[in-house]
Nanobody, 125 residues
């Protein structure tokens, strides 16, 4: 069974940066596409970014393009989400998830089979 654990969240001022990590255990991460999602209070879970198994293809929601960057290091069984130029609207719980399907990654939550417990990101002055 694949297990995922996010880390790296915290409180940051507008314009600041964070790097979230998604550490996998139980199975090798290089069998899975990885997605990053976020959920703010009272809102639906949103697909922020995703990356394919080899890391050659990525996809982002429009609101984070040019500010966030998804990456992975399969040798460390870890995926990352770099958050730059943060704004208060980025405040949410951020989750990573793994998808067993081969091919282009998707940003729809129901495409993913395994989920981490989430890490809180708060952007506030």
């Amino acid at each position: 069974q694949l297990r995922l654990e996010e880390s790296g969240g915290g409180l940051v001022q507008p314009g600041g940066s964070l790097r979230l990590s998604c550490a996998a255990s139980g199975r090798d991460l290089d069998y899975y596409n990885i997605g990053w999602f976020r959920q703010a209070p009272g809102k639906e879970r949103e697909g922020v970014a995703c990356i394919t198994i080899t890391g050659t293809d990525t996809d982002y929601t429009d609101s984070v393009k040019g500010r966030f960057a998804v990456s992975r290091d399969n040798s460390k069984n870890t995926a990352y989400l770099q958050l730059n130029n943060l704004v208060p609207e980025d405040t949410a719980i951020y989750y990573c998830a793994a998808d067993r399907r081969i091919g282009m990654c998707l940003r729809q939550p129901n495409s993913y089979d395994y989920w981490g417990q989430g890490t809180q990101v708060t952007v506030s002055s």
